[in-house]
Nanobody
Framework: QVQLVESGGGLVQAGESLRLSCAAS????????MGWYRQTPGKQRELVAT???????NYADSVKGRFTISRDNAKNTVYLQMNSLKPEDKAVYYC???????????????WGQGTQVTVSS
C-alpha cells in the first residue's frame, strides 16, 4: 500500500558529496516528520537528520555542518545532501516517514529498504 523508495547511494572518496532521495508513494493522506537514519554492522540504527512538515530540522552532532536535509511536500520526497563525506559515514542509510494513510486515523512509521553509502579514505 505504501512504499518508501530510496536512491542516490554509492561509493565516493573522502571529501566528496552524495545526495540521497526518498519518495513516498501509495494511499497517503498526510506526511508528518520525515528523516534519515543509518546503520553499520553490529550497531544500532542511529538518527542522522529529521525534518517536519514545516521544515524544522534536527541533526545528529556528527553530521552538523556537513549534511542538509530537505523535503518537497508536493512530491512526498525527502532529500539528504551529504558533503565532506568521511569514512565513518559509511553505512546503510534508511529513509523514515511518519504518515497517515487514506482512511486511517493514526499516524504510523514507515521505513525504506535502505541504500548503501561507502566512503573510501
Amino acid at each position: 500500500q505504501v512504499q518508501l523508495v530510496e536512491s542516490g547511494g554509492g561509493l565516493v572518496q573522502a571529501g566528496e558529496s552524495l545526495r540521497l532521495s526518498c519518495a513516498a508513494s501509495g494511499n497517503i493522506f498526510s506526511v508528518n516528520v520525515m528523516g534519515w537514519y543509518r546503520q553499520t554492522p553490529g550497531k544500532q540504527r542511529e538518527l542522522v537528520a529529521t525534518i517536519t512538515s514545516i521544515s524544522t530540522t534536527n541533526y545528529a552532532d556528527s553530521v552538523k555542518g556537513r549534511f542538509t536535509i530537505s523535503r518537497d511536500n508536493a512530491k512526498n520526497t525527502v532529500y539528504l545532501q551529504m558533503n565532506s563525506l568521511k569514512p565513518e559515514d559509511k553505512a546503510v542509510y534508511y529513509c523514515n516517514a511518519n504518515m497517515r494513510l487514506i482512511g486511517g486515523i493514526y499516524y504510523g512509521t514507515y521505513w525504506g529498504q535502505g541504500t548503501q553509502v561507502t566512503v573510501s579514505s
